[in-house]
């Protein structure tokens, strides 16, 4: 598969943030993005609600990401791999949403 650069302008603090936050969940901006990338095409929208309410909603949402993130990459050493596909990450996703229901 043929490779391309993209480029993207944000604020430096917002960048050391995200690198942060991406270095906590295991993975770099590059692969977030991607991540990012292939699910507004999987799912044909914006993966995430836009909306001016800074509730606790949204809040839930980073912790419900964060715990999703955790169980892939515990699945991932119990199953002795380094990386887990697609599906197997929006399945640990789905089952954390799941649980969240409950």
């Known amino acids: ?6 480029n993207v302008r944000m604020d430096d603090g917002v960048k050391r943030q995200f690198d ?3 270095a906590d969940v295991g993975m770099n901006a590059s692969v977030a993005v991607n991540l990012f990338a292939k699910t507004v095409i999987r799912e044909r929208r914006i993966p995430f609600e836009i909306s001016l ?3 606790s909603q949204n809040r839930t949402t980073i912790a419900e990401a964060r715990s999703a993130s955790e169980r892939i ?3 991932s050493a119990q199953n002795g791999t380094d990386t887990m596909t697609m599906d197997e990450i929006n399945a640990e ?4 949403r ?3 229901l409950q």
Not at 1 to 6: D, E
Not at 93 to 96: G, S
């Open 1 to 6: 598969m043929a490779q391309t650069t993209l």
């Open 20 to 22: 942060a936050f991406c």
């Open 53 to 55: 309410d800074a509730s």
């Open 73 to 75: 990459w515990q699945a």
């Open 93 to 96: 996703i789905a089952a954390t």
């Open 98 to 100: 799941k649980e969240k």
